[in-house]
């Protein structure tokens, strides 16, 4: 008689839960994926050219729409997996809607959510027209152009980084990663598309940490004019021309500095995502000090979970990239692997 293959339940159909689903049913395995939304992709379907060669992101969402397209995988899509728990030798997976799943093993690839801007009040974002998100400006490049609220061109535009990251008052202090490179890159596209625009930069410190990243960071002030100020915004406000000013300590100079600004982008961090919180919550997973899961070992178990059979992919440990998101969910493969193999 002919073995049922082994079922995985993968929970979350972003980058992490596509390459993983895709990797396990290429090894024979039968896989379920979940997605909340009624599109697998996650925040990879809203970017543009990604760092750090610009890629296009249709690129990389086609490889790994390309991946899930398999046999072996069946993908839900606009269900929420709710709760995990043991049932017997398997794992039972409860999902919006009352339905269950059991599997051998379980996946959870519940990414990240953006910081909310509103939190940061002393920015202004939901309050002036020409204050918008890192995530909302790739939804400019996505339609061809950069306008600001009026529907004319930008000639200033303003980058603030960690907004929602290493900042006590909102009580996230981890460094969200990526949003140096991605502001990096964002100031190029935005002279490629308006040579006659000046952009500015405001940092802390500037992580770039990842391979060619701090070439881009060269090239934007080599080669495209980029200006990089060392300083913190305190506040934004807007004058009687319409126009964002903002003040800034200068920590470099050691002055206090205001601007004006047709365009401010805030380069929002990257939080746990709360329905993967919930579902770990519910299903008694815990959570690390800044609230994304917690694996069993930094250094050796960085995919495992505290729960037999459940193991963890991608952005729902840390912040990360593409490529350590793809790493990172091939390993959580290759320990789903091993543990069916040994039971
Ligand atoms: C502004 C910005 C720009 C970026 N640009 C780049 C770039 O240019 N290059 C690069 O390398 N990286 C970039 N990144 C990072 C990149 O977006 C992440 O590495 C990648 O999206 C992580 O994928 P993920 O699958 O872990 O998470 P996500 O993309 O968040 O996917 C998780 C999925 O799980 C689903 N989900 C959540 N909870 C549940 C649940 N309980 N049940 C079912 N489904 C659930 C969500 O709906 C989502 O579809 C950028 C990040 C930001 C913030
Ligand atoms: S990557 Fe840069 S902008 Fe993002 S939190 Fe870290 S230091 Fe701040």
């Not at 991605?182 to 596209?189: D, P």
Request: aromatic share 6%; with cysteine.
């Amino acid at each position: 008689m002919k073995e049922a293959l082994k079922h995985i339940v993968v929970a979350g159909g972003g980058v992490a839960g596509m390459e993983a689903a895709g990797a396990l049913a290429e090894m024979g395995f039968r896989v379920t994926l979940v997605e909340k939304n009624n599109d697998p992709g996650g925040h990879l379907g809203r970017w543009h050219a990604l760092f750090p060669d610009r890629r296009p992101a249709d690129e990389v969402r086609h490889y790994l729409r390309k991946r899930i397209e398999h046999r072996n995988i069946n993908v839900i899509t606009g269900t929420t997996v709710e709760k995990i728990r043991h049932h017997g030798h398997e794992v039972a997976v409860d999902l919006s809607g009352g339905t269950e799943e059991r599997a051998d093993a379980v996946i959870m690839a519940t990414g990240f959510d953006l910081f909310d801007a509103r939190r940061k009040e002393e920015y202004g974002y939901g309050i002036y027209d020409n204050v918008i998100t890192s995530a909302e400006l790739e939804d400019l490049f996505n339609n061809g152009r950069i306008v600001k609220a009026d529907g004319k061109e930008p000639a200033r535009v303003g980058f603030i980084h960690c907004v929602g990251s290493r900042d006590e008052k909102v009580n996230n202090n981890h460094c969200s990663k990526v949003c140096c490179v991605t502001a990096v890159k964002q100031a190029i596209e935005v002279r490629k598309m308006i040579p006659s625009c000046e952009v500015f930069c405001f940092y802390m410190d500037m992580r770039m940490y990842g391979p060619y990243y701090e070439e881009l960071y060269r090239e934007s002030q080599e080669v495209h004019n980029v200006n990089f100020i060392r300083g913190k915004v305190s506040e934004a406000s807007v004058n009687i021309n319409n126009r964002l000013v903002i003040k800034v300590e200068d920590t470099l100079a050691g002055r206090p500095l205001k601007m004006e600004l047709d365009l401010m982008v805030l380069m929002v961090g990257m939080e746990m995502s709360a329905p993967g919180a919930k579902c770990a919550a519910a299903s008694g997973l815990p959570a690390g000090i800044n609230r994304f899961l917690e694996t069993a070992d930094h250094h050796f178990g960085n995919n495992l979970s505290s729960m037999k059979g459940v193991f963890y992919a991608g952005t729902c440990t840390a912040p990360m990239n593409i490529t350590d998101t793809i790493s990172h969910a091939r390993a959580a493969v290759e320990e789903t692997v091993r543990y069916l193999n040994r039971r």
